[in-house]
């Protein structure tokens, strides 16, 4: 299991939440702390968190993994995987080459280690 700390740009506070990822399963999860407040999270984990939900289960993770990764169907996709070094679409490699990172806000990931 693979986890890795949501962090924010320019921002002192540690992590806002952990995304796991289990490689042998295809499976992601989420937790959130319940003293953050989900206006700072990023959108997916805010909305659960507004409605009290703090362990993210696979289909909202996989969808914020979704969200900032290049899509499938991207008209050049196959330039990107070859740059990426990869010889088919999957999203976590994506994930991970960008940090999480995407244009939508200044949230990226971190592996958590040890």
């Given at each position: 299991?693979?986890?890795?700390?949501?962090?924010?740009?320019?921002s002192?506070?540690?992590?806002?939440?952990?995304?796991?990822?289990?490689?042998?399963?295809?499976v992601?999860?989420?937790?959130?702390?319940?003293?953050?407040?989900?206006?700072?999270?990023?959108a997916?984990?805010?909305?659960?968190?507004?409605k009290g939900?703090?362990?993210?289960?696979?289909?909202?993770?996989r969808?914020?993994?979704k969200e900032r990764?290049?899509?499938?169907?991207?008209q050049?996709?196959?330039?990107?995987?070859r740059?990426v070094?990869?010889t088919?679409?999957?999203?976590?490699?994506?994930?991970?080459?960008?940090?999480g990172?995407?244009?939508?806000?200044?949230?990226?990931?971190?592996e958590?280690?040890g």
């Amino acid at each position: 299991m693979r986890r890795f700390a949501i962090k924010e740009e320019n921002s002192e506070y540690p992590l806002w939440a952990v995304l796991t990822y289990d490689e042998e399963s295809d499976v992601y999860g989420g937790e959130i702390p319940e003293e953050i407040d989900p206006d700072h999270l990023p959108a997916i984990f805010g909305i659960l968190a507004r409605k009290g939900i703090y362990r993210v289960e696979d289909k909202w993770a996989r969808r914020f993994v979704k969200e900032r990764v290049v899509p499938p169907d991207r008209q050049n996709i196959g330039m990107i995987l070859r740059d990426v070094g990869m010889t088919y679409y999957h999203e976590f490699p994506l994930l991970l080459y960008t940090g999480g990172r995407c244009c939508m806000d200044e949230f990226y990931l971190e592996e958590i280690t040890g």
